[in-house]
Protein backbone atom coordinates (compact mmCIF):
# COMPACT_ATOMS: atom_id res chain seq x y z
CA UNK A 1 0.00 0.00 0.00
CA UNK A 2 2.82 2.15 0.70
CA UNK A 3 4.29 1.26 -2.81
CA UNK A 4 0.88 3.15 -4.45
CA UNK A 5 0.87 6.25 -2.09
CA UNK A 6 4.25 6.36 -3.50
CA UNK A 7 3.16 6.26 -6.90
CA UNK A 8 -0.04 8.48 -6.54
CA UNK A 9 1.20 11.25 -8.34
CA UNK A 10 1.92 9.08 -11.47
CA UNK A 11 -1.44 7.40 -11.19
CA UNK A 12 -2.97 10.96 -11.46
CA UNK A 13 -1.15 11.45 -14.80
CA UNK A 14 -3.01 8.32 -15.95
CA UNK A 15 -6.63 9.73 -14.09
CA UNK A 16 -6.06 6.42 -11.65
CA UNK A 17 -6.81 6.15 -8.34
CA UNK A 18 -6.65 3.80 -5.54
CA UNK A 19 -8.85 2.09 -3.33
CA UNK A 20 -7.82 -0.56 -0.60
CA UNK A 21 -10.63 -3.53 0.25
CA UNK A 22 -9.55 -4.67 4.35
CA UNK A 23 -11.44 -6.92 6.23
CA UNK A 24 -10.13 -5.09 8.77
CA UNK A 25 -12.39 -2.78 10.54
CA UNK A 26 -12.56 0.47 10.41
CA UNK A 27 -10.84 1.92 13.65
CA UNK A 28 -8.17 -0.45 12.58
CA UNK A 29 -7.78 0.82 8.91
CA UNK A 30 -7.49 4.37 10.51
CA UNK A 31 -4.35 3.38 12.35
CA UNK A 32 -2.93 1.58 9.80
CA UNK A 33 -3.43 4.47 7.31
CA UNK A 34 -2.44 7.27 9.66
CA UNK A 35 1.17 5.11 10.30
CA UNK A 36 1.61 4.59 6.61
CA UNK A 37 0.63 8.62 5.97
CA UNK A 38 -2.14 6.73 3.25
CA UNK A 39 -4.30 9.40 1.58
CA UNK A 40 -6.46 6.93 -0.39
CA UNK A 41 -9.47 5.39 0.48
CA UNK A 42 -9.55 2.17 2.25
CA UNK A 43 -12.55 0.10 2.82
CA UNK A 44 -13.71 -1.86 5.79
CA UNK A 45 -15.46 -4.91 4.51
CA UNK A 46 -15.95 -6.89 7.76
CA UNK A 47 -18.51 -9.01 5.58
CA UNK A 48 -16.33 -9.85 2.39
CA UNK A 49 -19.07 -9.08 0.45
CA UNK A 50 -16.43 -7.50 -1.79
CA UNK A 51 -14.26 -10.04 -1.42
CA UNK A 52 -16.57 -13.01 -2.49
CA UNK A 53 -17.66 -10.30 -5.79
CA UNK A 54 -13.71 -10.26 -6.55
CA UNK A 55 -12.92 -13.71 -5.78
CA UNK A 56 -10.52 -12.65 -3.43
CA UNK A 57 -12.17 -14.66 0.05
CA UNK A 58 -11.03 -17.57 0.49
CA UNK A 59 -13.21 -19.81 1.88
CA UNK A 60 -13.60 -20.02 5.92
CA UNK A 61 -10.81 -18.10 6.48
CA UNK A 62 -11.06 -14.30 8.10
CA UNK A 63 -8.88 -12.48 5.80
CA UNK A 64 -8.64 -11.58 2.07
CA UNK A 65 -5.85 -13.20 -0.37
CA UNK A 66 -4.23 -10.11 -2.01
CA UNK A 67 -5.33 -9.20 -5.28
CA UNK A 68 -4.96 -6.28 -7.74
CA UNK A 69 -8.00 -5.17 -9.91
CA UNK A 70 -7.93 -2.38 -12.57
CA UNK A 71 -11.39 -1.22 -13.72
CA UNK A 72 -11.65 1.05 -16.77
CA UNK A 73 -14.23 3.65 -16.74
CA UNK A 74 -17.01 1.63 -18.07
CA UNK A 75 -16.78 -0.66 -15.13
CA UNK A 76 -14.79 -3.11 -17.32
CA UNK A 77 -11.75 -5.40 -15.39
CA UNK A 78 -8.75 -4.84 -17.22
CA UNK A 79 -6.28 -6.38 -14.93
CA UNK A 80 -5.76 -8.87 -12.02
CA UNK A 81 -2.86 -10.08 -10.55
CA UNK A 82 -2.55 -11.95 -6.90
CA UNK A 83 0.17 -11.29 -4.38
CA UNK A 84 1.68 -8.49 -3.78
CA UNK A 85 1.60 -5.52 -6.00
CA UNK A 86 4.10 -5.70 -9.00
CA UNK A 87 4.21 -1.67 -9.34
CA UNK A 88 5.76 -1.26 -12.29
CA UNK A 89 3.53 -3.22 -13.95
CA UNK A 90 0.75 -1.32 -12.81
CA UNK A 91 2.33 1.36 -14.13
CA UNK A 92 2.86 0.36 -17.60
CA UNK A 93 -0.25 -0.93 -17.54
CA UNK A 94 -2.33 2.14 -17.12
CA UNK A 95 -0.07 3.77 -19.22
CA UNK A 96 -1.07 1.34 -22.34
CA UNK A 97 -4.50 1.77 -21.03
CA UNK A 98 -4.30 5.24 -21.50
CA UNK A 99 -2.56 5.41 -24.92
CA UNK A 100 -5.63 3.01 -25.77
CA UNK A 101 -7.76 6.26 -25.39
CA UNK A 102 -8.34 6.98 -21.81
CA UNK A 103 -10.37 3.27 -21.71
CA UNK B 1 -26.12 3.67 -11.76
CA UNK B 2 -23.47 3.72 -9.11
CA UNK B 3 -21.20 2.27 -11.91
CA UNK B 4 -21.53 5.10 -14.55
CA UNK B 5 -21.28 7.70 -11.60
CA UNK B 6 -18.10 5.74 -10.33
CA UNK B 7 -16.98 5.86 -14.50
CA UNK B 8 -17.26 9.83 -14.25
CA UNK B 9 -15.64 9.93 -11.59
CA UNK B 10 -12.59 8.07 -12.18
CA UNK B 11 -11.34 7.11 -15.60
CA UNK B 12 -9.38 3.62 -13.85
CA UNK B 13 -9.79 2.69 -10.82
CA UNK B 14 -7.44 0.19 -9.31
CA UNK B 15 -8.33 -1.90 -6.37
CA UNK B 16 -5.92 -3.51 -3.67
CA UNK B 17 -7.24 -6.27 -1.78
CA UNK B 18 -4.97 -6.55 0.82
CA UNK B 19 -3.99 -8.49 4.54
CA UNK B 20 -2.01 -6.94 6.95
CA UNK B 21 1.54 -7.94 7.90
CA UNK B 22 1.35 -11.09 5.25
CA UNK B 23 3.48 -9.96 2.00
CA UNK B 24 4.13 -12.36 0.36
CA UNK B 25 7.71 -12.14 -1.61
CA UNK B 26 7.82 -12.24 -5.28
CA UNK B 27 10.80 -13.77 -6.28
CA UNK B 28 12.87 -12.67 -9.57
CA UNK B 29 16.50 -13.29 -11.02
CA UNK B 30 19.51 -11.70 -9.40
CA UNK B 31 20.75 -8.78 -11.22
CA UNK B 32 23.74 -8.94 -12.88
CA UNK B 33 27.56 -7.38 -12.15
CA UNK B 34 30.72 -6.82 -13.33
CA UNK B 35 34.11 -5.26 -12.00
CA UNK B 36 36.08 -3.74 -14.31
CA UNK B 37 40.45 -3.43 -13.98
CA UNK B 38 39.84 0.10 -12.47
CA UNK B 39 38.12 -1.55 -9.37
CA UNK B 40 34.69 0.04 -10.54
CA UNK B 41 31.34 -2.01 -10.18
CA UNK B 42 28.39 -1.81 -12.55
CA UNK B 43 25.83 -3.51 -11.17
CA UNK B 44 22.31 -4.55 -13.42
CA UNK B 45 23.80 -1.95 -16.25
CA UNK B 46 22.38 1.10 -14.37
CA UNK B 47 24.87 1.92 -10.98
CA UNK B 48 28.28 2.75 -11.20
CA UNK B 49 30.58 2.48 -7.82
CA UNK B 50 33.99 2.06 -6.51
CA UNK B 51 34.07 -1.52 -5.43
CA UNK B 52 34.61 -1.33 -1.22
CA UNK B 53 37.83 -3.16 -0.09
CA UNK B 54 37.84 -6.59 0.59
CA UNK B 55 36.01 -7.88 3.10
CA UNK B 56 32.69 -6.75 2.30
CA UNK B 57 30.49 -9.19 0.53
CA UNK B 58 28.06 -8.24 -2.14
CA UNK B 59 24.29 -8.25 -1.23
CA UNK B 60 21.91 -8.62 -4.09
CA UNK B 61 18.10 -8.34 -4.50
CA UNK B 62 16.67 -11.63 -4.98
CA UNK B 63 12.94 -10.13 -4.66
CA UNK B 64 11.02 -7.72 -3.09
CA UNK B 65 13.66 -6.74 -0.47
CA UNK B 66 13.89 -3.56 1.56
CA UNK B 67 16.83 -2.14 -0.46
CA UNK B 68 18.17 -2.67 -3.99
CA UNK B 69 21.58 -3.75 -3.18
CA UNK B 70 24.33 -3.10 -0.78
CA UNK B 71 27.59 -4.76 1.02
CA UNK B 72 27.90 -6.55 4.27
CA UNK B 73 30.93 -7.22 6.58
CA UNK B 74 31.38 -9.37 9.48
CA UNK B 75 33.60 -7.24 12.19
CA UNK B 76 35.76 -8.60 15.01
CA UNK B 77 34.48 -8.93 17.83
CA UNK B 78 31.39 -10.60 19.70
CA UNK B 79 27.89 -10.24 18.12
CA UNK B 80 26.53 -8.59 16.84
CA UNK B 81 29.61 -6.94 15.19
CA UNK B 82 28.97 -6.35 11.89
CA UNK B 83 28.53 -3.32 8.97
CA UNK B 84 25.90 -2.98 6.09
CA UNK B 85 25.78 -0.53 3.73
CA UNK B 86 22.96 -0.01 0.98
CA UNK B 87 21.68 1.88 -1.83
CA UNK B 88 17.98 2.07 -1.88
CA UNK B 89 15.27 3.04 -4.58
CA UNK B 90 12.66 2.87 -2.45
CA UNK B 91 13.20 4.19 1.47
CA UNK B 92 10.15 4.07 3.92
CA UNK B 93 8.05 6.79 3.16
CA UNK B 94 6.22 8.55 0.13
CA UNK B 95 7.02 12.16 0.56
CA UNK B 96 9.28 13.92 -2.35
CA UNK B 97 10.93 16.58 0.02
CA UNK B 98 13.80 15.24 2.06
CA UNK B 99 12.58 16.60 5.51
CA UNK B 100 9.14 14.97 5.40
CA UNK B 101 10.87 11.72 3.75
CA UNK B 102 13.25 11.66 6.95
CA UNK B 103 10.43 11.54 9.26
CA UNK B 104 8.36 8.69 7.35
CA UNK B 105 11.85 7.00 7.17
CA UNK B 106 12.58 6.72 10.16
CA UNK B 107 9.17 6.24 10.89
CA UNK B 108 10.12 2.38 10.23
CA UNK B 109 13.63 1.99 9.78
CA UNK B 110 15.48 -0.78 12.15
CA UNK B 111 11.54 -0.93 13.66
CA UNK B 112 11.84 -4.38 13.91
CA UNK B 113 15.43 -4.07 15.98
CA UNK B 114 12.82 -1.81 18.85
CA UNK B 115 15.58 0.56 19.09
CA UNK B 116 14.86 4.62 20.23
CA UNK B 117 16.73 6.13 17.69
CA UNK B 118 18.54 9.77 18.55
CA UNK B 119 19.65 12.17 15.81
CA UNK B 120 23.36 12.36 16.28
CA UNK B 121 23.62 14.70 13.45
CA UNK B 122 21.93 15.89 10.68
CA UNK B 123 23.31 18.54 7.72
CA UNK B 124 22.48 19.19 3.98
CA UNK B 125 24.89 17.27 1.41
CA UNK B 126 25.44 17.52 -2.02
CA UNK B 127 24.81 13.78 -3.21
CA UNK B 128 24.12 12.31 -6.46
CA UNK B 129 24.77 15.41 -8.37
CA UNK B 130 22.17 17.82 -6.23
CA UNK B 131 20.96 18.67 -3.17
CA UNK B 132 20.50 15.96 -0.63
CA UNK B 133 19.81 15.60 3.22
CA UNK B 134 22.63 13.31 5.85
CA UNK B 135 21.02 11.97 9.02
CA UNK B 136 23.60 10.36 11.67
CA UNK B 137 21.23 8.08 14.30
CA UNK B 138 22.18 5.77 17.18
CA UNK B 139 20.23 3.74 19.07
CA UNK B 140 20.50 1.13 21.97
CA UNK B 141 18.81 -1.56 23.81
CA UNK B 142 19.70 -2.14 27.37
CA UNK B 143 18.15 -5.57 27.40
CA UNK B 144 19.62 -7.10 24.55
CA UNK B 145 23.31 -5.39 25.38
CA UNK B 146 23.20 -4.30 21.58
CA UNK B 147 23.54 -0.71 20.00
CA UNK B 148 23.83 0.54 16.34
CA UNK B 149 24.64 3.34 14.60
CA UNK B 150 23.73 4.54 11.08
CA UNK B 151 23.88 7.14 8.67
CA UNK B 152 21.02 7.53 6.28
CA UNK B 153 21.93 9.96 3.28
CA UNK B 154 18.64 11.15 1.21
CA UNK B 155 19.30 12.29 -2.48
CA UNK B 156 16.97 12.20 -5.52
CA UNK B 157 17.14 10.30 -8.87
CA UNK B 158 15.07 12.59 -11.24
CA UNK B 159 11.77 13.67 -9.40
CA UNK B 160 11.63 10.17 -6.40
CA UNK B 161 14.07 10.26 -3.32
CA UNK B 162 16.41 7.48 -2.87
CA UNK B 163 18.71 6.45 0.16
CA UNK B 164 22.12 5.04 0.87
CA UNK B 165 22.42 3.94 4.22
CA UNK B 166 24.95 2.42 6.23
CA UNK B 167 24.18 0.78 10.04
CA UNK B 168 27.21 -0.69 11.85
CA UNK B 169 26.00 -3.11 14.98
CA UNK B 170 27.81 -3.59 18.55
CA UNK B 171 27.54 -4.84 21.76
CA UNK B 172 26.28 -2.13 23.90
CA UNK B 173 29.91 -1.48 25.53
CA UNK B 174 31.93 -1.68 22.07
CA UNK B 175 33.79 0.96 19.74
CA UNK B 176 32.16 1.79 16.34
CA UNK B 177 34.42 1.35 13.42
CA UNK B 178 34.95 4.66 11.56
CA UNK B 179 36.72 3.17 8.54
CA UNK B 180 33.04 1.55 7.54
CA UNK B 181 31.92 4.81 7.26
CA UNK B 182 34.37 6.23 5.51
CA UNK B 183 34.05 3.25 2.91
CA UNK B 184 30.28 3.96 2.71
CA UNK B 185 31.36 7.67 1.71
CA UNK B 186 33.66 7.00 -0.69
CA UNK B 187 30.62 4.54 -2.48
CA UNK B 188 28.03 6.68 -2.41
CA UNK B 189 30.41 9.72 -3.32
CA UNK B 190 31.52 7.44 -6.61
CA UNK B 191 27.79 6.40 -7.40
CA UNK B 192 26.47 6.99 -10.35
CA UNK B 193 23.38 6.02 -12.18
CA UNK B 194 24.13 4.62 -16.35
CA UNK B 195 20.68 5.56 -17.49
CA UNK B 196 17.27 6.46 -16.58
CA UNK B 197 15.28 5.03 -13.99
CA UNK B 198 12.35 3.25 -14.91
CA UNK B 199 9.85 6.26 -13.81
CA UNK B 200 11.83 8.78 -16.05
CA UNK B 201 11.29 6.58 -18.87
CA UNK B 202 7.78 5.44 -18.10
CA UNK B 203 6.14 8.63 -20.10
CA UNK B 204 8.44 8.23 -23.09
CA UNK B 205 8.93 4.17 -23.75
CA UNK B 206 6.60 1.68 -25.32
CA UNK B 207 6.86 -1.69 -23.77
CA UNK B 208 5.91 -5.02 -25.03
CA UNK B 209 4.39 -6.81 -22.05
CA UNK B 210 0.62 -5.39 -22.34
CA UNK B 211 -0.78 -8.84 -24.18
CA UNK B 212 0.81 -11.10 -21.68
CA UNK B 213 -0.95 -9.41 -19.12
CA UNK B 214 -3.62 -8.95 -20.53
CA UNK B 215 -4.69 -12.43 -21.39
CA UNK B 216 -3.09 -13.17 -17.85
CA UNK B 217 -5.87 -10.97 -16.92
CA UNK B 218 -8.75 -12.84 -19.22
CA UNK B 219 -8.15 -16.01 -17.69
CA UNK B 220 -8.37 -14.74 -14.65
CA UNK B 221 -11.59 -13.28 -14.52
CA UNK B 222 -12.29 -16.87 -16.71
CA UNK B 223 -11.93 -19.39 -13.85
Known amino acids: M ?8 LYERFNARVLGVSRDDVT ?19 TAFLGVYFDTQPEGQPIFQRRTVIIDKRGMIQYVKDGSPDYKEILLFLKKLSQEGGK | ?62 GESEFAFGFLKTDPGPFPSQSMFVYDEE ?7 FEDREKEFFKRFLWNAMLNLQILEKKKVQVLGGEGSEVVVEGKDPIKKEK ?17 YITQWRP ?22 LKKSFYETLNDKIFSIFPFSLSLTLHSIGR
Open chain 2, 1 to 62: MNGKKLALLFSLLIIGFHLFGCATIKTSAKPSYEVTSKGVMIYNEEFEFNLPPPGWRLLRQE
Open chain 1, 2 to 9: EGHQRNLY
Open chain 1, 28 to 46: TLKYWAKGLELTFPLLSNI
Open chain 2, 148 to 164: AKAKVIFGKRAERVVAF
Open chain 2, 172 to 193: IDGTYDDSAFITFDQFVNSFRF
Open chain 2, 91 to 97: PFGCSMG
